[in-house]
């Protein structure tokens, strides 16, 4: 017996029908859908919306954006923008030309897997978390030591 094609709508995606590569579970809430390889999925996803002529729509540009682990204000700061102007990219469906192509450049870069861009993307995630930390910096016989610690407010 064939499966029925399942939709596979992640973060919003509104055009990916899977043919196989699921099974349809039951569960105490009701009936759920339990994916294979997931990993492998999304990746296929991305790969295709990488390729994929024409513009990416909002929610397309969001989902490579959250597969590279970026946040709009990441996206925002490496692209020199502003948070918001993100947000209505994704939200509004229009993404500029140059946005578009430098995140598919982007995540086509990491799955091939450059090693400098994953750096860079790696950094640009830690920023983030860096805001709201304070370095801490001591002299010690060696010399100076430095670390990071959580603000405290």
Known sequence: MTKSPCR???????NVWLANGYNVVDTPYGRGVSY?????????????????PGRLTGVEFRYLRLHLRLSQKSVANLFGNTEQSVANWEKRGRVPLWAD????LL???????????????????????LV????????????????TEAAVA
Do not use: M, P, Y
């Open 101 to 104: 192509k430098h995140l598919r």
């Open 132 to 147: 709201d930390q304070r370095i801490v910096v001591e002299e010690t016989r060696r010399g100076w030591r430095s670390r």
């Open 8 to 14: 596979f709508d992640d973060a919003g995606l509104k």
């Open 107 to 129: 995540w086509l870069a990491v799955n091939a897997g450059q090693q400098t861009v994953k750096r860079v993307i790696a950094r640009l995630n830690g920023i983030e978390r």
């Open 36 to 52: 294979h390889d997931i990993d492998g999925l999304t990746r296929a996803i991305c790969a295709v919306l990488a390729h994929k």
